[in-house]
């Protein structure tokens, strides 16, 4: 029996006997490597058949059916890195976000101590938190008080004398002291700012202060002295 290839067209002069009984049976070309199903011989060829033995036949290897392929997710893409740069970026942002609430928080205690009167004023508990931290809960100048003010005129002009108490209970730091004359209509007509006579002042302590004036007003008949805001 010859066999003729599909593909190559290269002929084979087989056994029909291999294929006869049989559905037929998947054969491959020697020259191409071809495969193909070979039904069985019906019936005997003639004798008279040319027979071209340009190649052989062999059996095929019987290859396994190849599985259905199956619909595969694809896996999801991954998010690129991002960049070094970007990334610097943020971290600088965020150090300085964290800087900025840093000093607020600062400013917000600074507020806090210098303001601790007016807070304990509002809410008195306060200065229990204040004395914890040892703190005292008078804001500075808190218990200064000028007495005794006595003013005296002299043939060289005018001697205002008086005393500076601490009536507090911490030690204070003094501060300067503003002298007005006033006229009887309790207009200012002249004043002028002096040091203390100390720089601080204990608990309790009392300290004498004097001043003069040696061309005062002639309309001055009154003396108000106050401490001069920091």
């Known amino acids: 029996m010859i066999l003729s290839c599909p593909i190559c067209r290269t002929r084979y002069l087989v056994d029909e006997g291999s294929l006869r009984g049989r559905s037929g049976r998947t054969v491959r070309c020697a020259s191409c490597g071809h495969t193909w199903h070979q039904a069985a011989p019906s019936e005997t060829p003639a004798k008279g058949d040319e027979t071209n033995a340009e190649g052989r036949i062999e059996p095929a290897i019987e290859v396994p059916p190849r599985p259905e392929p199956t619909l595969e997710t694809p896996p999801r893409p ?8 970007r990334a610097r970026r943020r971290r600088r942002g965020a150090f300085r976000w964290l800087v900025v609430a840093l000093l607020l928080l600062l400013a917000i205690l600074a507020g806090v101590i210098v303001a601790r009167g007016a807070v304990v004023a509002l809410w008195p508990p306060a200065a229990r938190l204040y004395s914890l931290a040892g703190l005292s809960a008078e804001p500075p100048g808190t218990g200064l008080k000028i007495e ?70 002639e309309a001055a008949k009154g003396v108000v002295v106050t401490f001069v805001k920091q």
């Open 78 to 85: 991954r998010t690129a890195s991002e960049p070094p740069r």
């Open 148 to 217: 005794k003010l006595v003013p005296s005129r002299t043939p060289d002009g005018l001697i205002i004398e008086g005393d500076i108490a601490n009536n507090g209970r911490a030690a204070q730091d003094l501060p300067r002291l503003r002298v007005a004359l006033r006229d009887p209509a309790e207009k200012e007509v002249q004043f002028k700012v002096i040091d203390p006579p100390q720089p601080r002042l204990a608990p309790g302590a009392v300290v004498h202060f004097k001043t003069s004036f040696d061309h005062p007003e």
